[in-house]
């Protein structure tokens, strides 16, 4: 059988923001604003704290990085989010929803018109990925027809 194009095409390639304030001093503004916010949460500030210490400044450039990636499209990031997220074990669920506010109001107050929804819709995707790969377990059948979670 075959399946109609609107079924099988995939989403458009993500483009380079090409705002002219958006540069990589831009982006490390914005990440240094986002941190300093983060660092004054209660339930964040702790869990940066223990991994970070007293070094932000590596973690601040890796981040702007990051962003620079993600906005950019730079290349000049080559981490692997997802194996640093995963070693983070007194994260839970709900905290992406804190990082996600923190990140949606500084993005709100830092960036041009139009450009916030940028960087914010890609945070949200960013988050949404790192939840699913932190915490998603997928049902596996049992011999018994009973439902065990998290096959190995």
Known sequence: MILPSTFISRPPEERPGTHPDVDRDFIGRLVRDFYRRVRRDERLGPIFAAVVQDDW?????????????????????????????????????????????????????????????????RAERIARSLVLAMFFRLECPTPEGSREIACA
């Open 57 to 121: 400044e590596p973690h601040l450039e890796k981040m702007t990085d990051f962003w620079c990636s993600v906005i950019l499209k730079d290349g000049s990031y080559s981490g692997r989010p997802v194996p640093a997220h995963l070693k983070l074990k007194q994260v839970r669920e709900e905290d992406f929803e804190l990082w996600l506010c923190h990140f949606r109001a500084t993005a709100e107050e830092t960036c041009p018109p139009g450009v916030a929804a940028t960087f914010i819709d």
